[in-house]
């Protein structure tokens, strides 16, 4: 088994606290890809818009 993030062999027993990483550096630097919104799942772009039960409670807010 390889570290997703450096590549390494990685010891995959449970001995390894940070598998499927070699390391806890590894294991943050993929944290941080995450945070950053640096993965991508392949598809057609979805459009961003709020729940039509989350409008209805500004409304009432508003009003």
């Given at each position: 088994m390889r570290c997703p993030t450096?590549?390494?062999a990685?010891?995959?027993?449970?001995?390894?606290?940070?598998?499927?990483?070699?390391s806890e550096r590894c294991r943050m630097v993929?944290?941080?890809t995450w945070a950053g919104e640096d993965y991508r799942v392949p598809g057609?772009?979805?459009e961003d818009?709020?729940?039509p039960d989350d409008l209805k409670d500004k409304k009432k807010?508003?009003?």
């Open positions: 450096c590549k390494k990685v010891d995959a027993t449970p001995a390894n606290r940070y598998r499927p990483f070699c993929d944290l941080g057609a772009a979805v818009r709020e729940h807010i508003l009003h």
